[in-house]
């Protein structure tokens, strides 16, 4: 199988280049990551980050075949090839497939990404019922991977001012917990033209998150309740 | 750079990992405004506590009738009465509180109708000291692990916790005195070393599942920090006693939650029986980890595995419905269906024992404080040192660690250790001059890799350790393979000596730090193989063909290790617990 490869080290390389590698011992069930760990076996210079291997830690996103995935449980029998793999779009590049995620990471704590209570806490759990649980369900399972938010055109155009999908993603998990008590200030805080408002539902983060979350969806219901709580 | 050169940054506590452990202390430490810093080897939420699916246990008895003595009893027996009945004890009361302020931190636990959160049933539980099975086990669908990680690491960002994200530490550094106060570490992203002084330095540095081939554990998980303790001088205790988790999936490794069988799953053989009815007559699928990954390891070899090779059991849940499935197992369900191309709710799940958890470690104190044998002590308190977690051993786990209790003591030892440390910044207010030898040998570990030329590729020497491991410390032991274990490992560690490695990059170098994490897991290995050589009995998860029953009379002691010569000790169980009376070793049946 043939793959083509980002390849860039800003100590060496002026520029970022493509390198060819091929792999022959393919077998059924291989993902890309191994095909990747397998490339790096005979090149140990080519970087990429990687730990658990099965799509929980959110190492391994980068751009495979034009689209942001997880190599980890990327099936390689589902690319064409050569398989071009590139870093997270848009996103400096450290090395190679490594991207410095501290400008996603920033936009994830700009939304104050913690269950606030402003009650006494009782001496044991705070109730929520099972249907107010349920409503987290596609909110909390994010592994900041950054797919999402590196696929969207939102994002490429305004990266500093729109928060992009993933960390909208995260306000609406808090907006939606019975739990929390800053439900408004965290709307006031998205009210404003780019950081909410530059969503324009071209929904790549919903073709592109490996969990199958729908950060779209929770963009809308969040717009929804700052209408609600407007009238 | 040079040596004289690097940057020293100046802290009350150091955490080397931010897996739960780390992040439950850094958050106590923060809001007791001491001064912490946190070195990650990858982002925190990339750690490996991520990964956790069934839950925590504590003895809330929101389902069923339960104590915190029950669960302490548990424990116990699930050690096999190697585990220190003091910390059990102190873990299992601590348990519900633990997890309501996990709650209030924001971890979307699954809940019950009353509102209170869902407990479910594991391996290992009962009622009344080894009555009816108990339900003990809090969960948040079966990604527990990700909803904890993820609730801690937002809760320090409140707190603003400093964060050195992606920084290796490299070794610890001592004062003369045997003083620990602090770490050499490097920024992987740049290559430049610092050296972060710290009045106290907590270990959270995780287990070692990448000793074996095929394991459930990610990739970082390299023993750093139990290496690192080695290196300091201190012994490892208890490393012979290493999990097999019973249903990972079949050749590849990804686990399968014991929660599959807590909500209602069960193992067949290739005749369709239920297997765990020969072993476990009353507890069934849910006995303890050892007895179950036995079970299906002599299924297997008896003739009675499924597949082509009959190499495997399978884990059946289509009968439970895709409603709960979906409800209780969406994580499990969907490494089915990527991994292996099934669902689930529909066929049955291939599975075999897979290298899980290090139930060995670092031995500490309830404190969390790191102690090692001085003289005729057997039990003298580091100075500045803590360790939490998978990385130490406190010892809650024993011989065999129960699921649901791996979340637990993370999160009730990492708070333990940072209240501790909290009181001890109170009587140390000053940075102790290090010796700067220490600081020397760090550095020449990690130059040692600029060296260049021909030499073995780090790749080839991590391959044959995972299969030397794997033949020679598996699920059953004998003398000879442990012996043969033993002269392999030592092999390995003398190529070691001529490994190279080809990129000199100071740019996320990530074949150095793949070389760093191999010398480390090369001490661990070392230390498991030697520990398990010596152990002649069989408790727990240690099973000896040889010997192939329990030896209180001589065993019920902890192994230590000892970097230098390979040096042996034992010392004793501590089977006096704080409050109630102690459990005396009985047979151990399920």
Same mark, same amino acid.
């Given at each position: 199988?043939?793959?083509?490869?980002?390849?860039?080290?800003?100590?060496?390389?002026?520029?970022?280049?493509?390198?060819?590698?091929?792999?022959?011992?393919?077998?059924?069930?291989?993902?890309?990551?191994?095909?990747?760990?397998?490339?790096?076996?005979?090149?140990?210079?080519?970087?990429?980050?990687?730990?658990?291997?099965?799509?929980?830690?959110?190492?391994?996103?980068?751009? $495979?075949?034009? !689209?942001?995935?997880? #190599?980890?449980?990327?099936? &390689?029998?589902? =690319?064409?090839? +050569?398989?071009?793999?590139?870093?997270?779009?848009?996103?400096?590049?450290?090395?190679?497939?490594?991207?410095?995620?501290?400008?996603?990471?920033?936009?994830?704590?700009?939304?104050?990404?913690?269950?606030?209570?402003?009650?006494?806490?009782?001496?044991?759990?705070?109730?929520?019922?099972?249907?107010?649980?349920?409503?987290?369900?596609?909110?909390?399972?994010?592994?900041?991977?950054?797919?999402?938010?590196?696929?969207?055109?939102?994002?490429?155009?305004?990266?500093?001012?729109?928060?992009?999908?993933?960390?909208?993603?995260?306000?609406?998990?808090? $907006?939606?917990? !019975?739990?929390?008590? #800053?439900?408004?200030?965290? &709307?006031?805080? =998205?009210?404003? +033209?780019?950081?909410?408002?530059?969503?324009?539902?071209?929904?790549?983060?919903?073709?592109?998150?490996?969990?199958?979350?729908?950060?779209?969806?929770?963009?809308?219901?969040?717009?929804?309740?700052?209408?609600?709580?407007?009238? | 750079?040079?040596?004289?050169?690097?940057?020293?940054?100046?802290?009350?506590?150091?955490?080397?990992?931010?897996?739960?452990?780390?992040?439950?202390?850094?958050?106590?430490?923060?809001?007791?405004?001491?001064?912490?810093?946190?070195?990650?080897?990858?982002?925190?939420?990339?750690?490996?506590?991520?990964?956790?699916?069934?839950?925590?246990?504590?003895?809330?008895?929101?389902?069923?009738?339960?104590?915190?003595?029950?669960?302490?009893?548990?424990?116990?027996?699930?050690?096999?009465?190697?585990?220190?009945?003091?910390?059990?004890?102190?873990?299992?009361?601590?348990?519900?509180?633990?997890?309501?302020?996990?709650?209030?931190?924001?971890?979307?636990?699954?809940?019950?109708?009353?509102?209170?959160?869902?407990?479910?049933?594991?391996?290992?539980?009962?009622?009344?000291?080894?009555?009816?099975?108990?339900?003990?086990?809090?969960?948040?669908?079966?990604?527990?692990?990700?909803?904890?990680?993820?609730?801690?690491?937002?809760?320090?960002?409140?707190?603003?916790?400093?964060?050195?994200?992606?920084?290796?530490?490299?070794?610890?550094?001592?004062?003369?005195?045997?003083?620990?106060?602090?770490?050499?570490?490097?920024?992987?992203?740049?290559?430049?070393?610092?050296?972060?002084?710290?009045?106290?330095?907590?270990?959270?540095?995780?287990?070692?599942?990448?000793?074996?081939?095929?394991?459930?554990?990610?990739?970082?998980?390299?023993?750093?920090?139990?290496?690192?303790?080695?290196?300091?001088?201190?012994?490892?205790?208890?490393?012979?006693?290493?999990?097999?988790?019973?249903?990972?999936?079949?050749?590849?490794?990804?686990?399968?939650?014991?929660?599959?069988?807590?909500?209602?799953?069960?193992?067949?053989?290739?005749?369709?029986?239920?297997?765990?009815?020969?072993?476990?007559?009353?507890?069934?699928?849910?006995?303890?980890?050892?007895?179950?990954?036995?079970?299906?390891?002599?299924?297997?070899?008896?003739?009675?595995?499924?597949?082509?090779?009959?190499?495997?059991?399978?884990?059946?849940?289509?009968?439970?419905?895709?409603?709960?499935?979906?409800?209780?197992?969406?994580?499990?369900?969907?490494?089915?269906?990527?991994?292996?191309?099934?669902?689930?709710?529909?066929?049955?799940?291939?599975?075999?024992?897979?290298?899980?958890?290090?139930?060995?470690?670092?031995?500490?104190?309830?404190?969390?404080?790191?102690?090692?044998?001085?003289?005729?002590?057997?039990?003298?308190?580091?100075?500045?040192?803590?360790?939490?977690?998978?990385?130490?051993?406190?010892?809650?786990?024993?011989?065999?660690?129960?699921?649901?209790?791996?979340?637990?003591?993370?999160?009730?030892?990492?708070?333990?250790?940072?209240?501790?440390?909290?009181?001890?910044?109170?009587?140390?207010?000053?940075?102790?001059?290090?010796?700067?030898?220490?600081?020397?040998?760090?550095?020449?570990?990690?130059?040692?890799?600029?060296?260049?030329?021909?030499?073995?590729?780090?790749?080839?020497?991590?391959?044959?350790?995972?299969?030397?491991?794997?033949?020679?410390?598996?699920?059953?032991?004998?003398?000879?393979?442990?012996?043969?274990?033993?002269?392999?490992?030592?092999?390995?560690?003398?190529?070691?000596?001529?490994?190279?490695?080809?990129?000199?990059?100071?740019?996320?170098?990530?074949?150095?730090?793949?070389?760093?994490?191999?010398?480390?897991?090369?001490?661990?290995?070392?230390?498991?193989?030697?520990?398990?050589?010596?152990?002649?009995?069989?408790?727990?998860?240690?099973?000896?063909?040889?010997?192939?029953?329990?030896?209180?009379?001589?065993?019920?002691?902890?192994?230590?290790?000892?970097?230098?010569?390979?040096?042996?000790?034992?010392?004793?169980?501590?089977?006096?617990?704080?409050?109630?009376?102690?459990?005396?070793?009985?047979?151990?049946?399920?």
């Amino acid at each position: 199988m043939r793959f083509k490869i980002y390849r860039y080290n800003p100590e060496t390389d002026k520029e970022p280049w493509m390198q060819e590698y091929r792999l022959d011992d393919i077998r059924p069930g291989m993902m890309l990551l191994d095909a990747l760990l397998a490339i790096k076996e005979k090149d140990p210079t080519l970087g990429f980050r990687r730990s658990c291997k099965e799509g929980v830690c959110g190492s391994d996103g980068m751009n $495979i075949n034009g !689209t942001n995935g997880l #190599a980890c449980i990327t099936l &390689l029998s589902d =690319l064409k090839e +050569p398989v071009e793999i590139r870093p997270l779009p848009r996103l400096p590049v450290i090395r190679d497939l490594i991207v410095d995620m501290e400008p996603f990471y920033k936009q994830y704590r700009d939304v104050k990404p913690y269950l606030t209570v402003k009650d006494p806490l009782p001496e044991v759990e705070l109730k929520q019922s099972p249907d107010d649980r349920d409503k987290l369900d596609g909110l909390y399972e994010c592994i900041l991977c950054g797919c999402c938010t590196t696929s969207c055109p939102s994002f490429w155009w305004n990266p500093d001012k729109f928060l992009g999908p993933a960390a909208l993603l995260q306000a609406a998990r808090f $907006i939606m917990d !019975t739990r929390d008590q #800053a439900t408004g200030e965290r &709307l006031d805080a =998205l009210d404003d +033209p780019f950081k909410l408002f530059r969503c324009h539902t071209i929904m790549n983060c919903v073709q592109v998150c490996p969990k199958g979350l729908n950060p779209t969806r929770a963009i809308g219901e969040i717009k929804k309740i700052m209408v609600k709580k407007s009238l | 750079m040079s040596i004289q050169n690097i940057e020293r940054r100046r802290f009350d506590a150091l955490i080397i990992g931010a897996g739960g452990g780390g992040l439950r202390a850094a958050l106590q430490l923060a809001e007791a405004e001491a001064s912490v810093a946190v070195v990650s080897k990858v982002f925190p939420t990339r750690s490996h506590t991520v990964a956790a699916q069934g839950g925590m246990n504590a003895a809330l008895a929101n389902v069923l009738p339960d104590n915190w003595h029950w669960h302490m009893f548990d424990t116990v027996k699930g050690s096999d009465y190697l585990g220190d009945q003091d910390a059990i004890e102190y873990m299992c009361r601590a348990a519900p509180k633990v997890v309501y302020e996990m709650e209030h931190f924001g971890v979307p636990f699954s809940r019950l109708d009353n509102g209170k959160i869902y407990q479910r049933p594991f391996g290992g539980q009962s009622q009344n000291f080894g009555g009816d099975q108990a339900a003990r086990t809090c969960a948040a669908a079966d990604r527990t692990g990700h909803a904890i990680l993820h609730s801690l690491y937002q809760q320090n960002i409140r707190a603003k916790t400093n964060f050195f994200d992606e920084y290796f530490a490299v070794d610890l550094l001592k004062d003369e005195a045997g003083n620990v106060l602090g770490a050499f570490v490097f920024n992987i992203h740049t290559g430049e070393e610092l050296i972060i002084e710290a009045k106290t330095t907590l270990l959270a540095t995780g287990g070692a599942g990448q000793l074996y081939r095929t394991t459930t554990n990610a990739m970082i998980n390299t023993g750093d920090g139990m290496a690192m303790a080695l290196r300091a001088g201190l012994p490892l205790q208890d490393m012979e006693f290493f999990q097999f988790h019973p249903t990972g999936i079949a050749g590849r490794g990804m686990l399968i939650t014991e929660g599959a069988r807590g909500e209602g799953g069960y193992l067949v053989n290739v005749k369709g029986e239920r297997l765990m009815e020969r072993y476990a007559p009353k507890a069934k699928d849910l006995a303890s980890r050892d007895v179950v990954s036995r079970a299906i390891y002599t299924e297997v070899k008896e003739g009675r595995g499924c597949g082509p090779e009959q190499d495997h059991v399978m884990l059946k849940l289509d009968h439970l419905g895709t409603d709960v499935i979906q409800k209780r197992l969406p994580g499990i369900r969907q490494t089915c269906i990527t991994f292996l191309g099934i669902d689930p709710a529909e066929h049955p799940i291939p599975v075999y024992p897979t290298a899980h958890y290090t139930m060995g470690g670092i031995p500490t104190d309830r404190f969390g404080r790191v102690v090692t044998p001085v003289k005729d002590t057997p039990e003298e308190v580091v100075n500045g040192l803590y360790a939490a977690g998978e990385c130490a051993c406190v010892s809650v786990h024993g011989a065999n660690r129960l699921g649901g209790n791996s979340i637990l003591d993370i999160l009730v030892f990492g708070r333990a250790a940072a209240n501790h440390i909290i009181d001890y910044l109170k009587d140390v207010r000053y940075h102790k001059p290090m010796d700067e030898n220490s600081v020397d040998r760090a550095y020449e570990r990690l130059h040692r890799w600029d060296r260049t030329g021909d030499g073995e590729s780090v790749e080839q020497l991590r391959k044959d350790l995972k299969r030397t491991m794997e033949d020679n410390c598996g699920v059953f032991r004998t003398r000879d393979i442990l012996e043969n274990g033993v002269k392999e490992v030592h092999k390995l560690q003398e190529r070691m000596k001529n490994a190279r490695i080809t990129d000199h990059s100071g740019l996320f170098n990530t074949a150095r730090v793949e070389a760093l994490e191999l010398e480390n897991l090369m001490d661990v290995a070392l230390a498991t193989v030697y520990s398990a050589c010596a152990r002649q009995e069989s408790r727990g998860a240690h099973s000896r063909i040889d010997f192939p029953e329990r030896n209180d009379i001589h065993w019920m002691k902890h192994t230590l290790f000892f970097r230098e010569n390979c040096k042996l000790d034992f010392k004793p169980v501590r089977t006096k617990p704080l409050s109630v009376a102690s459990f005396p070793p009985k047979a151990r049946v399920y």
